[in-house]
T-cell receptor
Framework: GIQVEQSPPDLILQEGANSTLRCNFS?????LQWFHQNPWGQLINLFY???GTKQNGRLSATTVATERYSLLYISSSQTTDSGVYFC?????????FGTGTRLQVFP | DTGVSQDPRHKITKRGQNVTFRCDPI?????LYWYRQTLGQGPEFLTY????????KSRLLSDRFSAERPKGSFSTLEIQRTEQGDSAMYLC???????????????FGPGTRLTVL
């Protein structure tokens, strides 16, 4: 089956710093989603991005499907950005998740 | 539209007991998914429905697990004879059918955290 790898596994930042999270996948996919899981376990949709680039405020994402990777950019990080970031790819009807990047932002 | 809801949010049970979880999807969504997430891992697919039809089940879904979506609206996930290894967060998601029968973005509920003692 498709393998999804995320890097780095852990990231510690000071408030105001920028960061880039990476998601590699092993096969062609129908689409890709990025999520933020908050400390209570809720998965919050960030981007639905099978290809191209999207921006939403301080966050942006780029997926290069032909090279099988996606990047999530966080600029001017805030403490509320802390949590785990997952990418998930869709192959047929289900999402396959990576193991996540745990982000901690300190004031 | 209040999003995907799940009930209960937390469940503590003793080994060997049966438990049932409920998921209410976003009202216009015809697809409903169940995932399981253990500590430190990403969610893993369990099963999904299109309307009332259960179209796929993961091998993770042992014979002790059963899911239903009787009227194509809410869904229930039952675990019989619970084991300590069933302790996890159970997540429900929903989506609508995309153009040409494709697959749209999935939206997740808050999850039910199960602890088996």
């Amino acid at each position: 089956g498709i393998q999804v790898e995320q890097s780095p596994p852990d990231l510690i930042l000071q408030e105001g710093a920028n960061s880039t999270l990476r998601c590699n996948f092993s096969d062609s996919v129908n689409n890709l989603q990025w999520f933020h899981q908050n400390p209570w376990g809720q998965l919050i949709n960030l981007f639905y991005i099978p290809s191209g680039t999207k921006q939403n405020g301080r966050l942006s994402a780029t997926t290069v499907a032909t090279e099988r990777y996606s990047l999530l950019y966080i600029s001017s990080s805030q403490t509320t950005d802390s949590g785990v970031y997952f990418c998930a790819v869709r192959n047929t009807d289900k999402l396959i998740f990576g193991t996540g990047t745990r982000l901690q932002v300190f004031p | 539209d209040t999003g995907v809801s799940q009930d209960p949010r937390h469940k503590i049970t003793k080994r060997g007991q049966n438990v049932t979880f409920r998921c209410d999807p976003i009202s216009e969504h015809n697809r409903l998914y169940w995932y399981r997430q253990t500590l430190g891992q990403g969610p893993e697919f369990l099963t999904y429905f299109q309307n009332e039809a259960q179209l796929e089940k993961s091998r993770l879904l042992s014979d002790r697990f059963s899911a239903e979506r009787p009227k194509g609206s809410f869904s229930t996930l039952e675990i019989q004879r619970t084991e300590q290894g069933d302790s996890a967060m159970y997540l429900c998601a929903s989506s609508s059918t995309g153009t040409s029968g494709g697959y749209n973005e999935q939206f997740f509920g808050p999850g039910t955290r199960l602890t088996v003692l």
